[in-house]
Each structure stands twice: as C-alpha cells, then as structure tokens.
C-alpha cells in the first residue's frame, strides 16, 4: 500500500515536499514514481528513481525544479517541489514498480492514492 501526503496550497514560487509512504511491502527492492493529472488532463509522468536511489528521471517542465528522493530505512519517498507554478497544480500519485522502466517509461503496477497541490499565482 502506498500512501501520499503533503499537498497543499501554496503561492506561485514557493515549495512543497510530499511523502509516499510504503507499508505492507518494504520499499528498498521497488522503483518509485511520482505522476500527476490536472482538471481536464490525463495523468502524466512526473518523476521516477530506482531502487537504490542511483538513477532517476524527470519529466522536462520539472527539471531543475522537482527533486525526486527515497529513504528505504524509512520505506519512504519524497518529491521536493520548487518554484513552483500554477501549472503545477494538480493531484499527485506516487506509484511504484519491481521494475524502473514500470514507473519512468509505462504504467505502473502499483498506486497510491492521490494528493492536491494548487499554486496560485
């Protein structure tokens, strides 16, 4: 089970830091996912890091701003957020996978469910 938290509003600029939080499953063997679906919009990928930390990947209107983390003592994982922008508002998912290329380049296999981040400007 995945459980996402750390959303909310914020001012256009500022930063936030959300949290998924793995239970029943220890994270450490898993690759993590960020996605997130605005009002009207279909999900889109967001940010992905493997299992060990050593690889991730960014969607390109987040990088430098987004910084995608995990801590597998604590089954966890993060995704900063800065400078942020009112076209970041959205609903985010963290998502996981046994396999990178399921949270960075597919669908993946497991879901958290959502949490609301709204930039205003």
């Known amino acids: 089970q995945l459980q996402a938290s750390g959303g909310g509003l914020v001012q256009a600029g500022g930063s936030l830091t959300l949290s998924c939080a793995a239970s029943?499953?220890?994270?450490?063997?898993?690759?993590l996912g960020w996605f997130r679906q605005a009002p009207g919009s279909g999900r889109e990928f967001v940010a992905a890091?493997?299992?060990?930390?050593?690889?991730?990947s960014y969607t390109d209107s987040v990088k430098g701003r987004f910084t995608i983390s995990r801590d597998n003592a604590k089954n966890t994982g993060y995704l900063q957020m800065s400078s942020l922008r009112p076209e970041d508002t959205a609903v985010y998912y963290c998502?996981?996978?046994?396999?990178?290329?399921?949270?960075?380049?597919?669908?993946?296999?497991?879901w958290g469910q959502g949490t609301q981040v709204t930039v205003s400007s």
């Open positions: 998502a996981a996978d046994h396999q990178y290329r399921g949270v960075s380049t597919s669908v993946p296999q497991y």
């Open positions: 890091i493997n299992w060990s930390g050593g690889s991730t």
């Open positions: 029943g499953r220890a994270v450490n063997n898993i690759a």
